[in-house]
């Protein structure tokens, strides 16, 4: 059974930094692309970074350039968001997703998702 594990997620002042984690199990990691989306109240699902299976490609959303850090560890079959310099506008619920493709056919997989609340 495929798995996708977030962790990490937290109560932060504004200016503040967190780190989620996201744990796959039950699939070949190495062969995922992996990706933070973020899903605020009242807003649709939005990208926040992504990295290839490899590791040697990432890209970002431009809110979040120059704040946030996506790596990956194939060893621990672990995604990381590294989140600097907080803002009000960086609360919602944080999402990783794991991207196979195997033979032509591609499957997507979800974790279940943890809180950031940026606040005062």
């Known amino acids: 059974q495929v798995q996708f594990v977030e962790s990490g997620g937290g109560l932060v002042q504004p200016g503040g930094s967190l780190r989620l984690s996201c744990a796959a199990s039950g699939i070949s990691f190495t062969l995922v692309a992996m990706a933070w989306y973020r899903q605020a109240p009242g807003k649709q699902r939005e990208l926040v970074a992504a990295?290839?299976?490899?590791?040697?490609?990432?890209n970002y959303a431009d809110s979040v350039k120059g704040r946030f850090t996506i790596s990956r560890d194939n060893a621990k079959n672990t995604v990381y968001l590294q989140m600097n310099s907080l803002k009000f506008e960086d609360t919602a619920v944080y999402y990783c997703n794991g991207r196979l493709v195997l033979q032509g056919t591609m499957s997507n997989y979800w974790g279940q998702g943890t809180q950031v609340t940026v606040s005062s």
């Open positions: 990295i290839t299976s490899g590791g040697d490609i990432t």
